[in-house]
């Protein structure tokens, strides 16, 4: 995939935020969470740029704060780690857990520095009330490129309230790429390694991709 259209997938999925300048984001309905986040996070990308542009590990502040409160990283990585769930300690699923979301937040981050000032339209909602997980789509316009159509997942929790968990984009789940990755490396590095692994990217400095002429 594309090293501008992944930045342009993770700025979109950066939408799912809490940001709470304007109004209480809707978390009852995935189709109003996307929408009201959205243009929530355009503001604040506005907001911060200054920040931005200073110190890049900032993007790792903004995922952090209004993002993951919105993703249900907890059951990503529980997917991610596949059959070899069941073969890890209670202390290692909690520390692979904790290492995912990391690895998450710098991964967005450092995609993130791909944003400028991408649009978004919204495709109409439909009845999700009897729905345990609903797939809410979106156009990604940029000027002088074909929309970009993309699927964010999203599954309603115990209190019936919604989380994103995944992203497919030109066909492509984000969280199933994912998942073959890391459980080929659980498979023959072991767990230890690969949340060892997960920490060290983690902690990678946010750099500014140099695109080629």
Partial sequence: MKTWLVGMISAVTVFFSATIWSAEVDETDPFKLVEQVANQTFDRFKKDKAIIDEDLSYLKVIVAE????????????????GQYLRETTEDQRLRFVEAFKGY????????????????????????FSQEKMVDVSVNIIEQGRPPIKI????????????????????????????QS???????????ESVITMLNDKTQQKIQKEVKAA
């Fill in 66 to 81: 209004e993002l993951m409160p919105h993703v249900d990283y907890k059951y990503a990585a529980y997917k991610v780690m």
């Fill in 104 to 127: 998450l937040i710098a991964t967005y981050a450092q995609a993130l520095t791909e944003y400028t000032d991408q649009k978004v339209s919204f495709s109409p909602a439909t009845d």
């Fill in 181 to 191: 990755e890391i459980s080929n490396l659980i498979r023959q590095q072991g767990i």
């Fill in 151 to 178: 699927q964010f997942k999203a599954r309603r929790l115990k209190d019936n309230t919604w989380k994103a968990f995944d992203l497919v984009a030109e066909g492509v789940s984000l969280l199933a790429s994912k």
